[in-house]
């Protein structure tokens, strides 16, 4: 069965940063494209990054404007999102999900409690 655990978040002021973890298991993480979504309150849940299960290649939301850096460790079963410059915006809960295509078609049917981040002004 797959898990997927998230965490890191937390609360940060505006132009900080903040470095988040997803945790893998019941997959063979190596085969997977990872990805991290997100969810403000009240809205839908939405793309963030993908990274492709060699890790040599990615993709980001327009709105990351060069701001995220998404990686891996498939040695660990983990893929990690980087983020810098933070903006209220960004406020949410972050989850992880993965697919068997590069670029991202689906996910798995399974997600994780997510990790939350917020964003003062």
């Known amino acids: 069965q797959v898990r997927l655990v998230e965490s890191g978040g937390g609360l940060v002021q505006a132009g900080g940063s903040l470095r988040l973890s997803c945790a893998a298991s019941?997959?063979?993480?190596?085969?997977?494209?990872m990805a991290w979504f997100r969810q403000a309150p009240g809205k839908e849940r939405e793309f963030v990054a993908a990274v492709k299960w060699s890790g040599d290649s990615t993709y980001y939301a327009d709105f990351v404007e060069g701001r995220f850096t998404i990686s891996r460790e498939n040695a660990k079963s983990e893929v990690y999102l980087q983020m810098a410059n933070l903006k209220p915006e960004d406020t949410g809960v972050y989850y992880c999900?993965?697919?068997?295509?590069?670029?991202?078609?689906?996910?798995?049917?399974?997600w994780g409690q997510g990790t939350q981040v917020t964003v003062s002004s």
């Open positions: 019941g997959l063979t993480f190596g085969d997977y494209t």
């Open positions: 999900n993965g697919g068997q295509t590069y670029p991202l078609l689906t996910v798995l049917d399974y």
